[in-house]
Every structure is written in C-alpha cells, then in structure tokens.
C-alpha cells in the first residue's frame, strides 16, 4: 500500500515561478523516500505541501489513500524534522518532545513515558530538563528527531536535518536516523542535495530538477543506470563522451570516439542504430588506470593533465587523443602519476552507458 | 599586570567621562539641591537639612499625583499594546511587498515637531474640532463633545506618540522568530490560534516588554502632552515639576519632586527586569 501518493502535485509561487511541475509520486509504506536534486529544484516544497504547510496548486495529495489537499495540518498526523532544528527554545526538552502528544490529549503519565521512550531511541535519555540552547546542534537534532517521532506519525518528513552538522556527525546521524526509521518502521520523506546520503539511506531515489522528477528508482539503479546527463551528473563524476555507433551485434554495441578508436558498449536499454550520433556515459572510478584489467575492456590513449591528490585515491584528468577530457578515479598504489604521464585507460562495456 | 587590568578602563574613558558629566553629575547636583533652603524671601540657601524631603512626605497631593501619572502611563502602555500588537504582526507576517516602506511611514511623523503634532490634536478634538464637526454634521450629536482638555485626550496624545515605539519593538521581536518554531508547532497539531500562544506570543514577549517599558517610562516622563492636551484638574507628576521650579521658583522643591520621579521609575524599571531582560530594550534600540 502507499502512505504518501502525489498526483499531479504542482505549486506555483507569485510571479510565475513554477516550484514543483506536475509530479507524480508513490511513496510505499514504510519507505525511507529520498528526494535529491539541486538547491532550488523544489524539494523542500513538495515536502511542505505533504505536510499541507503549503497548498497545491494543482493535482492530488494523498496519506494513507485518503486526500488531503483539504485536510488543515494540524490534523494530518505527520512528523516534521527541519534543517534548523526548529526546536521551542522557551521550552524545555521535555515540554519539546510532549507538545504533540499535548494536542493529542494523551495523559500525563503516558506523556512521561512516551517521552522517556522517544529520548531512548534516540540515545539521549536524562535531559529532559535542559533547553535547546543547552545542547549541541547533533543533541538539538536528535530531539527534533524524538519530537517528531513521538507521536507515531503516519509520515515521517525530513528536511535537510542533516546540512547544519559537521561532516563527521552527519555520517554518524545518517546511519542513525536509517536505522531508527528501520527499527520503528516509520514512512519517511527525505529531502537533500546530498547524493551521498541519498544513496546512503534511502529505498527509494526521486532525483528532481527544476520542479520535474527526472528519474526515480533504488539507490544502484539510479547511479548505474542513469537515464539523463542531468542524472549522470548530479550523481558522483560522470565522463560524457560524444560518439558514433559502428556496429551493433546483440547486446553490444561498437562506438567510435572523435579519433577513431573503438569502445566496446554493452547497455540492453537502448536500441540504436549504426551511424546515430550519441553520448557515452562512463563513471570516473569505473575507468581503470593501466590496468592489466579485463580481457573484453577497451583500452583508450591518453595524457594526464591534472592531478588531485586525495590521499587513498587520486583524480586524475586525462585527455585522450581525440581531445576529449576523461576524468578517473583510481586508488593510489606505488605513488601517484604525474602531469604528462602517458596512460591507458580501461573501460568495461558494462561499464557505458548510452544516453 | 595592572596595566592590562587598567586598560579596558582606559578605552573606556571617553564614554565614562562623557556619561558621569552628562549623566551623574546632574544628577547629583539635583540631589544636592534637594537638601537646599528655600527662605521665605524666595531665596535658595545652600543647607543640609530634610525639610523639603518631610514636606513632600507629608504632602498627600504629591503622592495622588504619582499614583494618577501612573495610572495614565499604564493605560497608555496597555491601549498601545492592544493596537500595537496586531499592527506589529500585520507589518511583520503579511505578504506585502513595501515593508519597508510601511515601516518608514511609520516614524514619518517623527519628521515634524513633537510640539506641534500634539497641538495638531486640539484641531482634531476641540469643540469646533474634525470630530465634532463630523459627528455633528451627521446628526448624530446635538452638542459638541467634551473631547479635549481632560484625561481622555491626555491620553489619546499620549498613546499617538507612543504607538510607534511600541510596534517597532514588537515587529523587531516578531521578524525575529523563525517561522519554522510556527510550521513546526502547526505539524505537532495546534490550530493557528494555539501555535500563536505557544510560540508566537512567548517568543515575542521581550519585544513587548520593551515595548512596554519604553511606552510607560516616556509616558510617565512626559510633560509637553499632559501641559497642551490636559485640563485644569489634570495631575501630572513632570507638571508639578515644572510648576515648582519654573512657576515657583522654588527649587530645592523642584529638587525632590525630581529625584521622586527619578526613584520611582526606576523601581518600575528594576522591577521589570526581575522579571524580563532589560538588555532586550537596547537592542531594539541597536536595530
Ligand atoms: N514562498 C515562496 N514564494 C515564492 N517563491 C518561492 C517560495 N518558496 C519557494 N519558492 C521558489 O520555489 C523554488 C523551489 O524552492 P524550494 O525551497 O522547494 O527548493 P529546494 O529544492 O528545497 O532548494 P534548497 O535545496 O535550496 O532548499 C525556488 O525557485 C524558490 O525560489
Ligand atoms: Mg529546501
């Protein structure tokens, strides 16, 4: 069954500004839903409008199978997490984590208890009372998390909760919050620009841009299988290589690059045809560096022209004869190359895809 | 080592200088004139002595007079929080393009003399005034209404001059809370109305506070609005004096009445702080 379905979803702001266009969207339950794409793209109003903090324009918004389009927000059952934290800062932890169950008429006692559970899971028990200000942004997080999931919502909508962290807290929260999502078994909508932790935790990837979903699918489909330069893109290093189609026998498909030289491709998705023009899209750890490697790999000539060192791993731009510029990522064995080294570049087939 | 203890001191001496000269120092020479003698040619004697003091101790007319300044002050502040508060969120919450505009017409009159904009009321509310004529020509009155000179247009002056002060504190409180505390309040289930209580108006107290505290001091301080706008049987503390050192001349007198006025809203303003964070009134100031 799906907890959250969007039909047609669009919002429009004053000023012609068309923020979500037309999506579509089911959210099974107890996903963990991630909604990735660039600043700007539409994300965190699509999420404002699930939690009805913003109205649709046009199209259907559905919880649980029921509309809700006209459903006021106080009473549609969802916890919010938002990037700021948004924590009462004139209340103290305790009164943060029970102001839901407060309109919910719970009793006094089952509050204490409740609240005492949701500090539990999220690992923070005995600071019921202190103020927001008197804990550390992941602490402040943490309780955003607890007040959020105390009143056992139907959804579960994050907003970039993890952007204000440090770099080492918000690896540490991101498998946090995925495995309590998992344990409670929670429906959750995460928004993000991260790709890392959209591909990190998420069942579900729902890569938008510009108000659109460009693709959607489980975390390795849509990072081996792009379906659009946008999507190869936004998610790690792509290579594009412009290229002609020689030969197509079965699943494999023979491409020559501006110079001539031959790559091997093997993407069942795309039928084409000998002398179309198309674009090869190659991952940049997926190209080996003067690997002995795989014997069907097709081997590139190239000159190194810049080099990043990252410590474990180098990033190497080569140019290959032809003058297109390939980036790779390679681990770092007996020293780096240098600028200028000469190199050969390995590409497995079921490495390429074809855009 | 004592040199880096004297230094904070020493970069702050141009303001401690100018602070006890403009400040202290009048003070304390009101302070010292208090104890003064004032003889019966009309002479004021340097003295030390609490005969001005007892008088005003014994003098039950000087202590109705604070209570009905206070009194004025209080309805002034609470009239100017019930009209500032919704004109402060309005300004603050609306989807209006010309904030700053709004925000600018406000203080707009602050342009044109104190003096003569509370004059302008006498034009407004005097017996040939707007809204008599008004209320008159359309048959709804028979006779003018006593409109001017009494408390009423005391403190109708008084909250006109006031009202600016009170929304731009509360309107610097407001734009300052993150709307998120309000989406977030509205998601755990309140209605607009208790996300309002909850977070709204706790979070905007300071402002209103200051607000507050700013409106009833300067009320209470005022003097040029009681004088024009007021009747015969008006008390007002500055009043009394001004009639003391200006009228009677008589100001080892004047002296006390002053250091009174000086005591008493500083108790009222200690008293808030107990209460709020005074330091939340300068900075609206600093905004
Ligand atoms: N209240 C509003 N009025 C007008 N335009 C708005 C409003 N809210 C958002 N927009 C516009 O809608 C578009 C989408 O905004 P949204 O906040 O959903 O982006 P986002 O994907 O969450 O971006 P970010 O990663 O920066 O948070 C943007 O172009 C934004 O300028
Ligand atoms: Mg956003």
Redesign the pocket.
């Known amino acids: 069954m799906s907890s959250v379905e969007l039909k047609a979803v669009e ?1 429009h ?3 012609g ?4 266009d037309a999506i579509d969207l089911d959210v099974p339950d107890g996903a963990f839903v991630t ?1 990735l ?12 409008m699930v939690a009805g903090l ?1 109205h649709p324009t046009g199209g259907e918004i559905l919880i649980k199978g029921k509309r809700v389009n006209e459903t006021p927000i106080h009473q549609r059952n969802l916890g919010m997490v938002f ?1 700021n934290y948004a924590l009462f800062p004139h209340k103290s932890i305790f009164d943060n984590v029970a102001f839901g169950l407060k309109y919910r008429g719970v009793g006094k006692a089952d509050i204490a208890v409740r609240v005492r559970r949701a500090l539990d899971i999220v690992r923070l028990p005995g600071v019921e009372q202190r103020f927001p200000t008197q804990l550390s942004g992941g602490q402040q997080q943490r309780i955003a998390l607890a007040r959020a999931l105390v009143i056992e919502p139907d959804v579960l909508l994050l ?2 909760p993890l952007s204000a962290l440090d770099a080492n807290l918000r690896e540490e929260m991101r498998s946090e919050i995925k495995a309590i999502q998992r344990r409670i078994g929670v429906t959750a909508i995460f ?1 993000t ?1 991260d790709q890392g932790e959209a591909l990190a935790m998420s069942d579900l990837v729902v890569v ?1 841009n510009k ?1 659109k979903i460009e693709q959607r699918g489980a975390p390795a489909e849509v990072y081996e299988h792009p379906r659009s330069e946008f999507v190869a893109n936004f998610l790690g290093n792509a290579n594009f290589l412009p290229a002609t189609v020689v030969a197509v026998a079965g699943g494999g498909i023979s491409v020559a690059l501006a110079d001539g030289s031959q790559l091997a491709v093997a993407d069942a998705a795309r039928t084409v045809q000998a002398g179309e023009k198309v674009n090869v899209v190659v991952r940049a750890e997926k190209i080996e560096l003067d690997g002995g490697g795989l014997s069907h790999a097709s081997v590139l000539k190239g000159t190194i022209s810049a080099v990043d060192y990252l410590g474990s791993t180098a990033r190497y731009d080569v140019t290959l004869a032809g003058g297109e510029k390939v980036t790779t990522l390679a681990t770092i064995r007996d020293g780096a190359r240098r600028v200028g080294d000469q190199v050969n570049l390995s590409i497995a087939p079921e490495h390429c895809r074809i855009l | 080592m004592s040199r880096v203890l004297a230094r904070p001191y020493l970069l702050l001496s141009p303001a401690i200088l100018s602070l006890s000269l403009l400040m202290v120092a009048p003070v304390v020479f009101v302070l010292i004139y208090s104890f003064w003698l004032r003889t019966a040619e009309g002479l004021d004697v340097p003295a030390f002595q609490f005969g001005n003091w007892v008088n005003f101790f014994n003098d039950y007319f000087y202590w109705m007079a604070l209570g009905s300044t206070f009194k004025t002050a209080f309805i002034t502040t609470i009239i100017c929080i019930i009209l500032g508060y919704p004109t402060a969120y309005f300004l603050a919450r609306a989807q209006i393009r010309n904030r700053g505009l709004l925000l600018f017409l406000m203080f707009l009159p602050f342009w044109v003399s104190y003096i003569i904009r509370t004059m302008s009321w006498i034009n407004v509310l005097g017996k040939n005034g707007f809204v008599n004529a008004v209320l008159m020509g359309s048959g709804l009155i028979d006779e003018p209404m006593k409109l001017l000179y009494n408390d009423f247009s005391v403190i109708m002056g008084l909250v006109y001059f006031m009202l600016p002060y009170m929304i731009i504190n509360v309107y610097v409180s407001l734009d300052g809370i993150d709307r998120n505390l309000e989406s977030a309040a509205r998601v755990l289930g309140c209605t607009p109305w208790q996300s309002f209580w909850e977070v709204t108006l706790p979070l905007s107290l300071p402002g209103l506070g200051a607000g507050s505290l700013l409106c009833f001091v300067l009320a209470a301080g005022s003097y040029v609005t009681p004088r024009l706008l007021g009747g015969t049987d008006t008390l007002f503390f500055p009043d009394l004096i001004y009639e003391a050192i200006i009228s009677q001349l008589d100001w080892p007198f004047g002296a006390v009445l002053s250091i009174v006025m000086l005591v008493a809203l500083g108790l009222v303003i200690a008293v808030y702080n107990r209460f709020m964070n005074l330091s939340d009134v300068y900075r609206s100031f600093a905004r």
């Open positions: 919002k702001f004053a000023g500004i068309i923020a979500v909604l794409g660039p600043s700007g793209c539409g994300k965190t109003t699509t999420l404002r913003e990037q907003d970039e928004v620009h938008m108000g």
